[in-house]
């Protein structure tokens, strides 16, 4: 069983960053990739990023440049930093490796 906890979301400016964090427990972490997913209102859950366990990342193209997904195996942690907000990357931010997922947490964008 895999347990993922997310936190670092809130509401923020257009514009402005802020820094996802999702802390995993219950497994080998540094064996596997770890991606993650946001759901805004009235939308379906859509891939935002991933990062292998090697190291290597992937983006959404509508976060590209403006996202970046790192890892510290070390504290089992995968992070999203995200700069540049924009109110349509208002959603609720999740966490997932292999089949598990953590329970959200909401990135507001507004001003």
């Known amino acids: 069983q895999v347990q993922l906890v997310e936190s670092g979301g809130g509401l923020v400016q257009p514009g402005g960053s802020l820094r996802l964090s999702c802390v995993a427990s219950g497994s080998v972490f540094s064996a596997y990739a770890m991606k993650w997913y946001r759901q805004a209102p009235g939308k379906q859950r859509e891939f935002v990023a991933l990062i292998t366990s090697g190291g290597s990342p992937n983006y959404a193209d509508s976060v590209k440049g403006r996202f970046t997904i790192s890892r510290d195996n070390a504290k089992n942690t995968v992070y999203l930093q995200m700069k540049s907000l924009k109110p349509e990357d208002t959603a609720v931010y999740y966490c997932?490796?292999?089949?598990?997922w953590g329970q959200g947490t909401q990135v507001t964008v507004s001003s």
């Open positions: 997932t490796s292999r089949e598990f």
